[in-house]
């Protein structure tokens, strides 16, 4: 278990306890979540270390190991994925000005994304914790992935395009990841990591019922201040942000559920909507956001 006593962002002592949120996805147990007062960054507080958190994953209904169709979540899940897929790799092009190099995605699941950039002519390299995703991958698209744990040891000044899809909240070496990839990333490399905003209206809706704090699984819950704020340590560069536009309705439909114990798919498409609007006037209020980053 880790026991924070500063804020692993800024280092402040003054961080203390926000509410407690509930594992609905795996054990049901109780996590606390704690907030940093000066630069606003989110975690879950007494969490399991790297060696503990396993158990915690073993679940038929964390959709991002499997590839079950089953459920209206799930469904939608999917048919929004295959048009996601498509926007990711026209981003991830556009902001790295190249139709095709080296692209490194770190925790690629059962490989989708990886296999649309490959389709289109980019040389890929997966990573993926799983055992079973990894099978996916293989079975699915022919693309062998590598443990989490080589990434120490791949190439540097080597990644056109290094991307995280909903992972860096997953991380439990954050100093060490951030380091590595900026040393990855060749000189116009650009670094894509996708994660849950805490300060979305979503997030502030259904509090902590908000599908996306998923603890003990999430270890931090970033706000656009914060990141920016752990990216400069690091030295690196935000060049601009993205909203996901659909994560506001999948992460509210998610959250009626935890609510109501069965979904209300009118309420949560409200709610959805409503983060949307207020992302169209402020892009740091989306209920996820892509922030695109260079060294
Ligand atoms: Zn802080």
Redesign the pocket.
């Given at each position: 278990m880790i026991n924070y006593s500063s804020?692993?962002?800024?280092?402040?002592k003054?961080?203390s306890g926000v509410f407690s949120a509930i594992d609905y996805t795996v054990s049901k147990s109780n996590f606390s979540i704690w907030e940093?007062?000066?630069?606003?960054?989110r975690f879950t507080q007494d969490v399991p270390s790297q060696h503990e958190i396993g158990p915690y994953y073993q679940s038929d209904a964390y959709i991002s190991h499997t590839d079950t169709k089953e459920g209206l979540v799930n469904r939608l899940y999917h048919s929004v994925r295959n048009f996601t897929l498509k926007s990711k790799r026209k981003l991830v092009e556009i902001q790295t000005r190249k139709s095709s190099g080296n692209v490194l995605d770190v925790g690629c699941g059962t490989g989708a994304f990886l296999n649309e950039m490959k389709s289109s002519g980019w040389t890929i390299t997966g990573l993926e914790p799983d055992e079973q995703a990894s099978k996916n991958a293989h079975e699915l698209y022919n693309i062998t992935t590598k443990n989490p744990d080589q990434l120490f040891h791949l190439p540097k000044n080597n990644f056109d395009a290094i991307t995280m899809w909903h992972v860096l909240e997953h991380v439990h070496q954050l100093p060490e990841y951030l380091e590595t990839l900026k040393a990855l990333l060749t000189d116009n490399g650009v670094l894509f990591i996708a994660v849950p905003n805490y300060t979305s209206y979503d997030a502030s809706h259904y509090k902590q019922c908000w599908a996306a704090y998923d603890v003990p699984r999430h270890l931090y819950h970033f706000s656009p201040k914060?990141m920016e704020?752990l990216l400069s340590t690091f030295g690196l560069k935000l060049k601009t942000i993205k909203p996901m536009w659909f994560d506001s309705f999948y992460v509210s439909m998610l959250s009626e559920h935890i609510k109501n114990n069965r979904g209300n798919i009118v309420k949560a498409f409200l709610i959805g909507f409503i983060s949307n609007m207020k992302t169209v006037f402020n892009k740091k209020r989306c209920s996820s956001v892509i922030y695109v980053i260079s060294r």
């Open positions: 804020c692993p962002v800024c280092n402040s003054k961080i940093c007062e000066i630069c606003s960054f914060s704020l």
